[in-house]
């Protein structure tokens, strides 16, 4: 058996006593230790919380509990049950609002979510100014909503407004746009789309550079067209991102009111009253805020099934 020696000590050294630990003084717990090196994350944190609670959770919460009662401001509320949401859904605005809605959704999705994937495409090919273009699609976002919204008004105009002009010099026939029941709606997702469709295409933009090359390359040597390229290498490798913002696309386009509201004001013939439209209307003009919370609470649900079914659908293992 192999015996392990002592470590040599000289004759005449002093003996080596350990190091005696200062009274008092312990050693953190690594939970102790892990807390104090990450205060700063947590003091971050608590801070986003309480802006969510104070900004968003309490006015939600709030907003549900006066569904049930009849506010009205200066008064004290008083519990009436279902009586708010039995009000709102015999409101004859309340089935054209929902189907407003919808409608400019659907519309949307046609209309609004394929433009900015094509747009992204293109500015993905080029060579040159490629910086140029991007912003020049970008430039929409960064103008307030509502100029956005009054410039558009204008571009609308059925006498000298732009769009009409244009027709007019290409001899063709001209619109009522937004003076049009049947054109109205349509005439907003156009202004939607082009107002808030710059930051998609970035997204769509920075997904489609993370693609490899060597695909494309592989796809070209079987002898793919673009067409093809497109739908066997592109759509599938930016799945994920097509899903995620066809659902933010979808809540989004379910809450427009910034185009209804100063382009037509619900106009003409209640063609494009919306639901959060619908809700201005009973907080502020009507000064019914229990209706308008009753409202805000069937959107929400609609929603929150929305969300849940959708991801339900497009959820994978990974």
Request: net charge positive; with cysteine; charged share 15%.
């Amino acid at each position: 058996m192999k015996t392990v020696q002592a470590p040599h000590r000289s004759a005449g050294a002093p003996p080596v006593t350990p190091e005696p630990r200062p009274a008092g003084r312990r050693s953190a717990s690594p939970f102790a230790r892990r807390l104090s090196h990450q205060a700063r994350a947590y003091g971050f944190l608590i801070g986003g919380l309480i802006c969510f609670a104070l900004f968003s959770w309490y006015p939600a919460i709030r907003a549900v509990i006066i569904a049930f009662q009849k506010y009205t401001p200066g008064s004290a509320p008083e519990w009436v049950g279902t009586d708010n949401f039995t009000q709102v859904f015999h409101d004859p605005e309340f089935g054209a609002a929902w189907r407003n809605t919808l409608t400019f959704t659907l519309l949307a999705l046609l209309i609004g979510f394929a433009v900015p994937f094509v747009m992204a495409l293109v500015l993905n090919e080029l060579r040159h100014a490629r910086s140029f273009f991007r912003v020049v699609v970008y430039l929409p976002v960064m103008i307030p909503p509502v100029v956005s919204a009054l410039l558009w008004k204008w571009f609308y105009d059925p006498g000298a407004g732009l769009a009409n002009e244009a027709l007019r010099f290409l001899h063709l026939p001209t619109s009522n746009w937004t003076n049009g029941a049947d054109t109205a709606l349509l005439s907003l997702v156009i202004v939607a789309t082009w107002a808030n469709m710059g930051g998609t295409v970035l997204i769509y933009l920075a997904a489609l550079q993370g693609i490899p090359g060597e695909l494309y390359e592989a796809a070209e040597l079987d002898g793919a067209n673009i067409w093809q390229r497109v739908r066997h290498v592109t759509i599938p490798q930016t799945r994920f991102i097509i899903l995620m913002l066809m659902l933010l696309q979808i809540i989004a386009t379910m809450q427009v009111f910034t185009e209804p509201f100063v382009i037509t004001g619900g106009g003409p013939e209640n063609s494009t009253v919306t639901i959060l439209y619908l809700i201005y209307k009973y907080a502020f003009l009507y000064n019914d805020f229990g209706g308008a919370c009753a409202l805000s609470v069937m959107l929400l649900i609609v929603l929150s099934l929305f969300s849940a079914l959708y991801l339900r659908l497009t959820r994978t293992d990974d």
